[in-house]
């Protein structure tokens, strides 16, 4: 069983800084694609970031040119680096670990339970 701990959330005022981690667990061999999405009640869950095993990232133009995706394979690990945060970045965070190689098999993929972000003044 493969699981996915995301840690790092918090209230921040507008134009701080966080940065959240997403720790996979599990017999893991190899994870192809770690992404990041955000959940506002009421609302989809959208991708705000994603980065492949090869180092290809994505982003959601809402969070491009603030936002920074980055993984340590040898940990299972995925980052991301939040800065010049909004009052509409607020959110409940997911890490996505997708297309999971572990000792046991293959698995699509894995979700975290979220951490919460809170950009208020």
């Known amino acids: 069983q493969v699981q996915v701990v995301e840690s790092g959330g918090g209230l921040v005022q507008p134009g701080g800084s966080l940065r959240l981690s997403c720790a996979a667990s599990?017999?893991?061999?190899?994870?192809?694609?770690m992404g990041w999405y955000r959940q506002v009640p009421g609302n989809e869950r959208e991708l705000v970031a994603s980065?492949?095993?090869?180092?290809?990232?994505n982003y959601a133009d809402s969070v491009k040119g603030r936002f920074t995706v980055s993984r340590d394979n040898a940990k299972n690990t995925a980052y991301l680096q939040m800065n010049n945060l909004k009052p509409e970045d607020t959110a409940v965070y997911y890490c996505?670990?997708?297309?999971?190689?572990?000792?046991?098999?293959?698995?699509?993929?894995?979700w975290g339970k979220g951490t919460l972000v809170t950009v208020s003044s």
């Open positions: 996505n670990a997708h297309g999971v190689v572990t000792t046991r098999g293959f698995l699509m993929g894995s």
């Open positions: 599990g017999s893991i061999l190899s994870i192809n694609v």
């Open positions: 980065i492949t095993n090869g180092g290809s990232t």
